[in-house]
């Protein structure tokens, strides 16, 4: 089965920025939407974002529009999330997964292609 390896993560003051990067391990991935997750501690784990296969069309949460873009390189096979302006409620260990789109920009996320990676961890503080 595939594989999905998170990374990217690490401790960063509020208003700064990271990328995240999510390897896959085969070349299914460049056919399956992708999304980006994440799990702030204590809580549920709760969508953040989403990206076509081909990557001509994006959605992200209302709680970081404006602030988070996500992209994909199909050749390389590797999803990014672009995250600027961090805060402190950006805190949590962040994860990619395959998406469906359940209706307008709603996505749910399914392991048809991978089961859930590792995770990686990002920190906002000062």
């Known amino acids: 089965q595939v594989q999905l390896v998170e990374s990217g993560g690490g401790l960063v003051e509020p208003g700064g920025s990271l990328r995240l990067s999510c390897a896959a391990s085969?070349?299914?991935?460049?056919?399956?939407?992708m999304g980006w997750f994440r799990q702030p501690p204590g809580r549920e784990r709760e969508f953040v974002g989403a990206?076509?296969?081909?990557?001509?069309?994006?959605d992200v949460s209302p709680s970081v529009k404006g602030r988070f873009t996500i992209s994909r390189d199909n050749i390389k096979n590797i999803l990014y999330l672009q995250m600027r302006n961090l805060e402190p409620a950006d805190t949590a260990v962040y994860y990619c997964?395959?998406?469906?789109?359940?209706?307008?920009?709603?996505?749910?996320?399914?392991?048809?292609?991978?089961?859930w990676g590792p995770g990686t961890q990002v920190t906002v503080s000062s």
């Open positions: 085969a070349h299914t991935f460049s056919t399956y939407a």
């Open positions: 997964q395959a998406v469906f789109r359940k209706f307008a920009d709603v996505w749910e996320p399914t392991d048809e292609l991978a089961n």
């Open positions: 990206i076509t296969w081909s990557g001509d069309h994006v």
